[in-house]
C-alpha cells in the first residue's frame, strides 16, 4: 500500500502540515531559463510573473484558435467541456494537449516548458490542460484552494513535484478577476475536511466546494503573508507551485479573461491510485497512462 504523506479529508478537523518536498527541486542552477533573482523568488513566494513571454501576434493566433474551439458544437458535445454554474456559458476546454495541434505546439514550447523542467528537475509530461474562459459580466469566482490538495487525494499525484503555467491572452487587470495567490502559502499543506463524494469532479470543475481550506486556516496565511493579485499583459506567464493557495474574483466588468493552462508534473511523479479510495477522475481532467516526457523544444507559430 502506497504512504499517504499528504493525507486530506480524513478528519473532522482541519489540521497544518509544514512542506516535506523543495520547492525548486534542482539544485544546480548552471544554465538555468530564468534568473537566479527569478527562481529565487519562486522559491520564496511559490509563483512567478514573467511578462510578454509571447508576442502580440503569437496572443492572436492562439485567442483566435481558442474562439474556434469555443464555437465548435463538436467541442462543446466532447464532455470534455465546463460551463458556467448559472448562465452555461463555456468556463473551460480540457485537454487541449491532446486534441488541439497548436496547444500540443505550445505545451513543449521552450519559452515555459523548459522553466518548468528545470524547477521540477528533469523529465516532465502535462498532467493536466485546458483553456479557460472568465467572460465579462458573469463570470463567475473560483475559491481558495491548494491545486495539489485535490491531485493528490483525487488523482493519486503522491508528493510535491508539479506546477502550473498559465499563458495569459487578455490582460489580467485588478477588475476583471484576476488569479489571487497567498505568496509563501505553499510551505503548508492544509488537511481540509469531509470526505470525497464519487464523481466529484462534475461539481468541482464548475464550483469547488470540497477540498478548500477552512476560514481560519485562510485567515491565518492571509495574516501572514498577504495576498498578491497576478495582473500581467497578454502574452505574460504565471508560474504556481502546485501548493500555492489561490483563487479569483468574479468579473462584472466587460473584460473578459482567457487564458491557456498547462500543468507540468515530474515522470517520476505520475499518478498513482486517488489516495482517497475512490475511482480516478477521467482521464481527459488528469493524465493516467501517458507519461512520455515532453520533446520541449523551440517553436515558431507564425
Not at 267 to 283: E, I, K, S, T
Amino acid at each position: 500500500m502506497q504512504t499517504d504523506h499528504y493525507p486530506s479529508r480524513q478528519h473532522d478537523q482541519p489540521r497544518w502540515q509544514e512542506r516535506l518536498d523543495p520547492v525548486i527541486h534542482r539544485t544546480d542552477l548552471t544554465n538555468a531559463p530564468i534568473t537566479a533573482q527569478q527562481i529565487a523568488r519562486f522559491e520564496r513566494d511559490g509563483y512567478l510573473v514573467i511578462p510578454n513571454l509571447f508576442s502580440a501576434d503569437e496572443v492572436a493566433l492562439f485567442r483566435d484558435e481558442l474562439d474556434r474551439l469555443r464555437q465548435d458544437p463538436t467541442v462543446a458535445e466532447s464532455g470534455k467541456t465546463i460551463r458556467e454554474p448559472g448562465s452555461g456559458a463555456i468556463r473551460s476546454v480540457f485537454a487541449i494537449h491532446r486534441d488541439n495541434a497548436l496547444f500540443a505546439r505550445v505545451a513543449a514550447d521552450e519559452r515555459i516548458a523548459a522553466i518548468a523542467s528545470f524547477i521540477l528537475d528533469g523529465d516532465i509530461y502535462v498532467h493536466q490542460s485546458r483553456m479557460n474562459f472568465k467572460p465579462g459580466f458573469t463570470g463567475k469566482e473560483f475559491y481558495w484552494h491548494s491545486d495539489f490538495e485535490t491531485w493528490h487525494v483525487e488523482d493519486g499525484l503522491p508528493r510535491m513535484r508539479t506546477l502550473s503555467c498559465s499563458v495569459l491572452l487578455t490582460n489580467n487587470e485588478p477588475h476583471n478577476g484576476p488569479l489571487m495567490l497567498i505568496p509563501g502559502s505553499h510551505r503548508h499543506y492544509i488537511h481540509c475536511v469531509g470526505a470525497t463524494p464519487e464523481n466529484h469532479y462534475e461539481k468541482s470543475l464548475r464550483k469547488q466546494e470540497l477540498g478548500v481550506p477552512d476560514h481560519d486556516s485562510l485567515t491565518r496565511l492571509a495574516e501572514r503573508y498577504g495576498i498578491d493579485t497576478a495582473t500581467a499583459p497578454a502574452g505574460s506567464v504565471l508560474f504556481f507551485d502546485c501548493n500555492t493557495m489561490h483563487g479569483s474574483n468574479g468579473n462584472i466588468t466587460p473584460s473578459a479573461r482567457s487564458n491557456l493552462f498547462y500543468v507540468y508534473n515530474h515522470v517520476d511523479n505520475a499518478a498513482q491510485a486517488p489516495f482517497c479510495g475512490l475511482a480516478p477522475r477521467p482521464d481527459f481532467v488528469a493524465e493516467r497512462e501517458d507519461f512520455t516526457p515532453l520533446q520541449i523544444r523551440p517553436q515558431q507559430y507564425l
